[in-house]
């Protein structure tokens, strides 16, 4: 009942928040959007941008703190458009607000002739990269850029990938060949020039040495490149390179069927399993319309709350290695191993299970899961404790950490930062308390909080957040529900069988639907969770077809990287290192 | 032919004996590392693992002996032949046993505090001539930190001296059959053994090679047998450490009869070696500048306070 008041509450402030933007607005608002999530999204146009994003942060109620995400749809092959404004590119801002705990969407149309729309760097420096990944994949020009170059796809690349002509696959194009003059281009295009980024290569007093840190380093945690800039060992500035993890997760979102695309995901967030198939199945069954049953949502938040501890556990021992501890490591990996195998004899494989299912799990929990569960339970606890004494409370530990690598709530906000990085700043908000998807609203939890916003808290905040999970797998082994591991919808996928030998409308709905997957209805939908780093989205567009039209993956990781320039200046190398590490990051998530 | 102080078997002896331990050391502190950190370590070659260190050593010797083209040809070379060469030096003057020995020099503590600076010339070139931006940093860090722990090394040793009244290593293992220095000098021996471990650049200390900052520090650019060498003389200065600490702090070989002088010797020295590998395993690394300010702010005060009051009891109990 709880849940419902809240939606109530969040569906008025967001009517009275529309009213004032059309009166002070008025016709400069193009259209209004329905969304079958509720997000109040206005189409407006490029000229009137800013202003709008202006009032939407700093003069309405509530304020929208954060720019959650910036992407683009190429929406020139799409046919459902349902009477909004004509465009052939859609720019669209996600915001979040933290104090009025709802989201906000702008759309801005552009055409394909003119790809040109004004940068909002000023209001958010977090659009650094967010707009340099939408020119890099879509070729939209944001004027007023500083530094408008390719962010994920490599420097020499051509055409921008998210295009709907630009091809999806290895056999549409050439055969990949690198000649020696070829590498010579790719490496010298890799070559980092410090004017490009305003930076001088001395000072008054001394030179600057450029380090390249990466894309291979034992301490970037993959493939991750900083090029640093250094006064002896004093760091003066950063430039964070990504991309060299890239797949193209989101283009090939729209050639794989809406359910084989769920492997995909796991990916994503390696370390977070079928935490990542999460928002992506809500947001196929919010558009399809599924209700879950309860005992899916209980499943789906035991294992994915498992898959968070195991996330975390990787986190605590790297970060403890990169800050020279090599032992917890391998502490905490014997624990990962045993949550693996618990994992593995639910989902049948341990990393990357791909386990959820559009309208469910993939099968019912085996008998004597209770047992491993419990077993679980009953080793976990001693264990952090006993990491405590072995990491947290250890003096050189915190001589290293603390006071290191700090930023307050307002610099989370600008930055985009979520999850354990925002708490350790003192906001006590977690989307799975503040926003509960899938059953949360009914756990006891309670959100882990830290004030200082540095290394040591960051991570002291996801240590405590694994005991909280543990409570939440307790309730879960407690009052799991009875019922079915699936709706009883006809988009449910794989669909239920039992009654296509009795009537052939059931047979041809489910073998249309295993052979080419199933067709889900056009509309939008973002759905978004607590992931293991941060706040994980889905946006997915469907066009009525067997796949997506355009999938935006929003990820924790990306914005949290970008941030690392702002609060590592004036620190040393080393301090660098433990930044990284208390980042909690891993490159997949990031590049996609 | 019989051992004593300088034969030509004496010398042969101490010399394959450090240099097969210090690479015997390469397999035991993988499986006590293994062993502390619930794992099993290398337990494929030979019975338990033992013969992983063959194996290393002919993959080191067959590897590609490669000399980067843009590095100073001449001191990469020489490099890490210095620190080989400095670290078996200092050997020259520890006694192992009343009949074991190189030299029975009046000045050996002066002259292994000489090899060890000596040392710092090692890693400084092997940085500089490797014209890699990650072995400037190790190299800068690496003088930085040798050139200033060397300095209260040297003032912790000074209780041990002015109790024995004499730099002679033999005659400081025999003044102590009434007791051992370790107690009259605990603080003299946690300071050496701090530096000890600076000096030795192993983890917590060992920041002029902190892999996950620097790489490898010093030494990134070097591989085969050269690398081999740096590996091979960080155990033997580990090696030298503990044999060190046992000489001065821990009367050396004096020890119960029933055990010959020798054995008791390789006992405490092992005993300090497993001491510095599960301290690898233990602790974090400090930050440089930590490391820089805690010697200079904390150790070397203590360490003069302590050779003063050494002092003071001296020449008040004589």
């Known amino acids: 009942m709880e849940a419902t008041a809240e ?71 799409r046919k459902h458009r349902g009477g909004q404004p004509a465009s052939e590119f859609t720019v669209v801002y996600h915001l979040m607000s933290f104090s009025g705990n709802c989201d906000f969407r702008v759309k801005v149309p552009l055409m394909d002739a003119d790809l040109n729309i004004p940068t909002i760097i000023s209001l958010w420096p977090a659009a650094n990269w967010y707009e340099r990944e939408t ?43 690198l000649e020696d003059d070829a590498a010579e281009y790719e490496q010298q295009a890799l070559l980092f020039k410090p004017e490009e980024w305003g930076m001088k290569r001395a000072s008054d007093s ?113 970060f403890a290695q990169d800050v020279g501890q090599l032992s917890p490591i391998f502490y905490m990996f014997v624990e990962r191993e045993r949550i693996f195998n618990i994992i593995e004899s639910i989902c049948g494989a341990r990393m990357h299970p791909g386990w959820f299912r559009i309208g469910g799990v993939a099968q019912n929990l085996p008998q004597g899961w209770e047992e491993r569960v419990k077993e679980l339970l009953d080793f976990m606890p001693p264990r952090i404790d006993e990491y405590d004494k072995m990491v947290l409370n250890n003096g050189i ?196 | 032919m019989e051992l004593e102080i300088g034969s030509a078997l004496s010398i042969g002896l101490i010399l394959g004996v450090v240099i097969i331990t210090a690479a015997l050391l390469i397999t035991v502190e993988r499986r006590l590392l293994g062993f502390w950190q619930e794992r099993l370590g290398p337990n494929r070659v030979g019975w338990f693992g033992s013969l992983q260190v063959v194996a290393d050593m002919i993959k080191i010797f067959t590897k590609e002996d490669w000399v980067p083209p843009f590095a100073d040809k001449f001191s990469f070379v020489i490099a890490p032949g210095i620190i080989m060469t400095v670290v078996l030096l200092s050997f020259a003057v520890i006694p192992f046993a009343p009949n074991i020995g190189v030299i029975d020099s009046n000045i050996g503590v002066l002259f292994v505090l000489a090899m060890a600076s000596l040392g710092a010339y090692s890693v400084m070139l092997g940085g500089l001539s490797s014209d890699n931006k990650y072995a400037l940093l190790g190299s800068l860090r690496a003088a930085a930190q040798m050139v200033s722990y060397e300095v209260f090394m040297g003032i912790s040793l000074l209780g041990v001296v002015a109790l024995t009244g004499s730099f002679n290593m033999r005659e400081i293992v025999e003044s102590q059959a009434d007791g051992w220095y370790i107690i009259p000098q605990f603080i003299g021996f946690v300071i050496f053994l ?16 902190a892999e996950q900052e620097i790489c490898a520090g010093y030494h990134t650019e070097y591989s085969g047998m050269k690398f081999g060498m740096f590996f091979v003389a960080e155990y033997i200065g580990l ?57 200079w702010l904390f150790l070397l005060p203590l360490s003069l306070v302590n050779l003063l009051v050494t002092g003071v009891i001296i020449l008040s109990t004589q």
């Open chain 1, 206 to 318: 001394s030179e600057f040495m450029f380090l390249n840190l990466g894309p291979n380093h034992p301490s970037v945690h993959g493939a991750f490149r900083i090029a640093v800039q250094l006064d002896g060992e004093i760091l003066v500035d950063a430039v964070p390179d990504i991309g060299y993890h890239h797949r193209g997760a989101e283009k090939m979102g729209e050639r794989q069927s809406w359910h084989t695309y769920i492997p995909y995901t796991d990916r994503i967030d390696y370390l977070g399993g079928v935490m990542n198939n999460l928002p992506y199945v809500m947001a196929v069954e919010q558009m399809a319309g599924i209700q879950v049953p309860e005992r899916v949502k209980t499943i789906r938040v035991m294992l994915v709350e498992m898959f968070r501890i195991c996330s975390h556990l990787l986190f605590y021992g790297t």
């Open chain 2, 194 to 209: 701090i530096a000890g471990v600076a000096e030795s650049h192993r983890l917590p200390f060992d920041i002029p090679e």
């Open chain 1, 397 to 592: 530990l915190k001589r290293r950490t603390q006071g290191v690598g700090a930023y307050n709530t307002q610099q989370a906000y600008d930055w985009g930062i979520t999850g354990a990085g925002l708490r350790a700043t003192g906001l006590e908000w977690d989307y799975r308390k503040n926003r509960p998807y899938s059953g949360y609203e009914n756990f006891e939890f309670d959100v882990p909080i830290a004030v200082n916003g540095d290394c040591y808290d960051r991570c002291a905040v996801r240590v405590e957040e694994m005991r909280q999970s543990l409570r939440i797998i307790k309730q879960c082994l407690d009052h799991m529900p009875s019922g079915d591991y699936k709706a009883d919808h006809p988009l449910t996928t794989p669909p239920r069988k039992e009654k296509t030998m009795q009537d052939i409308e059931t047979l041809i709905n489910h073998f249309l639907s295993v052979s080419w997957g199933p067709v889900i209805p056009p509309n939008e939908a973002t759905m978004a969770i607590e992931g293991t780093k941060g706040i994980n989205s889905y946006y997915l567009v469907s066009d009525g077809s067997t796949s997506s039209y355009r999938t935006r993956i929003r990820t924790p990781s990306f914005a949290h990287l970008q941030m690392i320039p702002e609060i590592s200046r004036g620190f040393m190398v080393a301090d660098l290192i433990a930044i990284i590490a208390s980042i909690d990051f891993v490159m997949a998530d990031v590049d996609r």
């Open chain 1, 7 to 77: 939606t109530i509450s969040m569906n008025s402030q967001s009517s009275g928040l529309l009213e004032q933007l059309r009166r002070d607005f008025g016709d400069r608002i193009l259209a209004e959007q329905a969304t079958c999530e509720g997000i109040p999204t206005l189409w407006v146009d490029r000229q009137h941008l800013l202003a709008l994003l202006k009032t939407l942060r700093d003069d309405c109620s509530p304020r929208f703190e954060m720019l959650f995400d910036i992407t683009a749809i190429d929406e020139r092959l």
């Open chain 2, 239 to 295: 090696v030298l450490i503990s044999s060190l600490i046992t000489v001065l702090f821990f009367g050396g070989w004096l020890g119960p009869a029933f055990l010959p002088p020798v054995i008791w010797f390789a006992i405490k020295v092992f005993v300090f070696i497993a001491f510095f590998i599960l301290m690898r395993a233990a602790v974090p690394r400090p930050r440089y500048d930590q490391l820089m300010s805690y010697g």
């Open chain 1, 135 to 177: 020119w890099d994949m879509f070729g939209i020009n944001f004027e007023g850029h500083p530094n408008l170059y390719r962010l994920v796809l490599p420097p020499t690349w051509k055409g921008h990938a998210l295009r709907k002509e630009h091809p999806a696959r290895a056999t549409e194009m050439e055969p990949f060949s």
